[in-house]
């Protein structure tokens, strides 16, 4: 069932990270990260942080709905998108870094899911009113890499080496990388308020085959992040679901 409320996000999250930990399935890495930031969100709209909250809340449950829904079509047997799909497939592949498995999941629901909620909260003219709030989600997520980066230390000590290596470089890229993804969804919700039905179903296939591109990137990355992929992957990892207990922090 769609979730109406950011709360009802929040506790269908929590099922299937529940699920995944007792399953012991790497399918619970993406939505222990995706909660952390649904609760963000939901903290900010009480907090006043956005200059619309209902609307904020609207955007924050359609763009969690089309993960949930692709989660259910995956777990049913149907087909979602193309880029959900592959995210799906590779949880059951163990020579991917917990890293890996995340970025799959933020490419998916970033750089397709995300333009298609924004422009079914603010279709045609009012998209516009719905940028500054927009904006504002991206230093939300800025100010959340450092949380992360420290879950992942704890999970794996490469990440924890290349963190101190890479001082402040590393979370300046993940910020950068978040920004661009995110330019490109309020481009893509900008091209689907400007079209007719079909012209946006073409827009929407359009979008989930470049996110597909990026997807097999992440698969395959080039030199020497490669090579410190393939190092860190021979270290001993936890089990997903120890994995899943570190993501989830205090709810552990």
Known sequence: MAATTIDEVISQ??????WAQAQNSRLGYFPCLYRAVTVAVRDGID?????????????????????????????AGKNPTRVWQIAFEMSDWHGLSVMQHLMLGMNAHINLDLGIAAAETAPGELLPDLKADFLEINRLLGEMVDEVQD???AISPGLRVLDRL?????????????????????WLARRITSCDLPGQNRCMDRADRRA?????????????????????????EPSPAHIIGVLRGDRS
């Not at 999250?13 to 529940?18: A, Q, R």
């Not at 890479?166 to 309020?186: K, N, P, T, Y």
């Not at 490669?226 to 860190?232: G, K, Q, T, V």
């Open 212 to 236: 597909l591109r990026i997807a097999y990137l992440i698969l395959i990355p080039q030199s020497y992040l490669r090579r410190f992929l393939f190092w860190l992957n021979l270290r001993r």
């Open 47 to 75: 907090e006043g942080r956005f200059a619309n909250g209902p609307q904020m809340e609207t955007l924050d449950v359609r763009f969690a709905n089309r993960y949930l829904e692709a989660f259910e079509d995956w777990q």
């Open 166 to 186: 890479g001082g402040r470089v590393d979370e300046g890229l993940a910020r950068l990388g978040l920004r661009a993804a995110r330019s490109h969804a309020w």
């Open 151 to 153: 879950q992942l230390g």
């Open 13 to 18: 999250l929590d099922e299937i990270i529940d």
